[in-house]
């Protein structure tokens, strides 16, 4: 049996960004994962002349630290189309409205009333305990900035439930924007210029280059389709029992979704396992549909569409991704990423979703026919929510995490949600 200082189980992009951690500062260490490549959910595909992702889409880079593994693996990414700033929202007249200043201030989102009250955001009073996302856009911004505005934005991200997300664990900024200035408003105009310049990207042949490429770096370090079936505390460490042997180490860090963590935690950790349990993860569905162009008739001019949940319309939203990166639908076809489900949408099964979805997204945007190419995916526990409550969660495990010395737990559903997060996340892990 081999022992190692360091054993990271779960290559995902979390645990990929702490195992380079480690292997800069020289440390031995190897990485564990369950699947066949790297990457957990990022899924990446080229077939039929589409590229397509049915996880994440796009990554988001403003943090120094995301900014350095890019340049570290030599990877430049692909600039989303300036036009992808552009996001549309589907109003009460069942039309699209670019949202942006012109969507708060104008008449085709919000009514005059909505546009007054406004004005009164610099003068409300500071929130003193936690909130939900919903009670606190309501108490600053008013009932149909939430909405029109950041209810979709909110199943966009999270496919989430305003009125259960915590707006401190999941819109952090937001929260901190309240608490330093008094106002988002003003926080808006003192704010400074950011370390990095924030770029939205991706990758020829989609995100899964990232997670490729940090597997090249890593080289025999990582093993795939070694899935760790038990772990079990000694005298040193941790014994970790996977498909392809037995190993001890003596910090182990399982970069895993909660259940995953906890299907493979000793018997006797039945507090840890009830604590992780807490943490919803609802299904969300991705689509990937081909359509030829003369089909669509909307100009696909934007990052995407998101549909708010008053409307009564089951589809999440959809990204314009063939507008968003190039080559990624054949010449005279265009291709959209399509998401279902979420906190407040149960999914139908599949042989209902691209149904679904057509009946959904034909009248929005002149779409005609059935598509050239489809493929679906779901995600029966897509996105970790942290809901009201959530950082207590999170330090109810940290201390049931005490009776396990050794043992470190990370992923997506702590420090946050975004591929960004969970490289930052990881990487600072491996630097502490
Ligand atoms: C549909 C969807 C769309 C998204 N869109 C975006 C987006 O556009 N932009 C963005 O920034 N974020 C997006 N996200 C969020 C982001 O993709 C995730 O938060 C992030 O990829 C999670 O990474 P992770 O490493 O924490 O976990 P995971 O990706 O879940 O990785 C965990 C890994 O552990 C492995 N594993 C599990 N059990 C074992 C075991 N017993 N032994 C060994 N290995 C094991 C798994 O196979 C997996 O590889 C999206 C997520 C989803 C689901």
């Known amino acids: 049996m081999k022992s190692l200082p360091y054993l990271i189980v779960g290559a995902g992009i979390t645990g990929l960004s702490l195992a380079l951690s480690l292997q800069e500062q020289g ?31 796009t990554l988001l880079v403003r943090d120094p630290l995301v900014a350095e593994l890019l340049h570290n693996l030599s990877l430049a990414g692909i600039a989303a189309n300036p036009i992808a700033r552009r996001r549309f929202v589907l109003n009460r007249q069942n039309r699209l409205v670019a949202l942006g200043p012109g969507a708060l201030l104008g008449g085709k989102l919000l009514s005059l009333r909505a546009r007054l009250h406004l004005l009164g955001e ?29 209810d979709p934005f909110v199943s966009g991200v999270f496919a989430g439930d305003p009125e259960r997300l915590s707006l401190s664990a999941s819109l952090p900024r937001l929260a901190q924007m309240e608490q330093e200035h008094g106002s988002l408003m003003l926080a808006g105009l003192r704010r400074k210029r950011p370390a990095v310049k924030s770029r939205l990207l991706s990758f020829p042949g989609g995100m899964q280059a990232l997670p490729r490429a940090c597997a090249a770096k890593l080289g025999d370090k990582l093993r795939c389709n070694s899935a760790v079936t038990a772990i ?18 003596q910090k182990l860090i399982l970069c895993l979704p909660t259940d995953a963590i ?58 314009f991704s063939s507008t968003l990166f190039p080559n990624r639908a054949p010449e005279g076809q265009v291709l959209l990423t399509i998401f279902l489900g979420g906190a407040r949408e149960p999914l ?17 945007l002149g779409i005609e026919g059935e598509p050239s ?56 892990a491996g630097q502490s």
């Not at 079990?232 to 180490?249: I, L």
């Not at 009776?403 to 975004?418: E, I, K, Y």
């Open 262 to 319: 906890a299907r493979i935690l000793p018997s006797a950790a039945q507090l840890l396992r009830d604590r992780l349990a807490a943490i919803e993860y609802p299904s969300v569905a991705t689509l990937a549909l081909g359509f030829h162009r003369r089909h669509v008739q909307h100009p696909l001019d934007g990052f995407g569409v998101l549909i708010p949940r008053r409307l009564g319309i089951s589809t999440l939203g959809a990204l």
């Open 232 to 249: 079990a505390p000694t005298a040193n460490g941790w014994q970790v029992e996977s498909t392809t042997g037995t190993w001890e180490t």
């Open 122 to 150: 610099p003068f409300r009073a500071r929130a003193h305990s936690e909130e939900s996302v919903a009670t606190f856009v309501r108490r600053r911004l008013g009932s149909e900035v939430l909405d029109w505005m950041v």
């Open 348 to 364: 139908s099964g599949e042989e209902a979703l691209v149904p679904q979805a057509l009946h959904d997204l034909s009248p929005i």
């Open 27 to 57: 440390k031995e260490f190897l990485l564990l994962e369950a699947r066949d490549q790297a990457g957990g959910n990022i899924r990446s595909h080229s077939e039929e002349g589409f590229t397509y992702d049915l996880g994440p889409n």
């Open 373 to 428: 190419f489809q493929r679906v995916q779901i995600w029966s526990r897509a996105i970790p929510q942290y809901n009201l409550g959530h950082a207590q969660r999170i330090n109810a495990i940290d201390n049931a995490l005490r009776d396990w010395p050794g043992l470190s737990l990370l992923g997506n559903w702590r420090g946050g949600v975004a591929l960004g997060d969970c490289i930052r996340n990881g990487i600072t």
